[in-house]
């Protein structure tokens, strides 16, 4: 069983920042990949960022240049960096990682989500 707390959502006017935080915990495990994704109201679940075990880091265009994703402690703790928001950044962000299961099977876990608000 791995867990995912998150943590760092919150109000923030257009063109501040926030920075959220996802750790890893539970028992043994490797991670194969570490992603955001966003739902904002009446709208489908988008991915945002992917951290991969190997260090590539993909974005979606609506964020590239203005989102930064990264990882600490062994990758056990990811961080969604996001600057310049924009109010349609508002959304429901959500952490999820990929756990290698065996040499060819991984699994998904995810977090339970935080709210971020981009309004004046």
């Known amino acids: 069983q791995v867990q995912l707390v998150e943590s760092g959502g919150g109000l923030v006017q257009p063109g501040g920042s926030l920075r959220l935080s996802c750790a890893a915990s539970?028992?043994?495990?490797?991670?194969?990949?570490m992603r955001w994704y966003r739902q904002a109201p009446g709208k489908q679940r988008e991915l945002v960022a992917e951290?991969?075990?190997?260090?590539?880091?993909n974005y979606a265009d609506s964020v590239k240049g203005r989102f930064t994703i990264s990882s600490v402690n062994a990758e056990n703790t990811v961080y969604l960096q996001m600057d310049v928001l924009k109010p349609e950044d508002t959304a429901v962000y959500y952490c999820?990682?990929?756990?290698?299961?065996?040499?060819?099977?991984?699994?998904?876990?995810w977090g339970q989500g935080t709210q971020v608000t981009v309004s004046s």
């Open positions: 539970g028992t043994a495990f490797s991670i194969y990949a």
């Open positions: 951290l991969a075990s190997g260090g590539t880091t």
């Open positions: 999820n990682a990929e756990i290698w299961r065996d040499a060819a099977v991984t699994a998904n876990y």
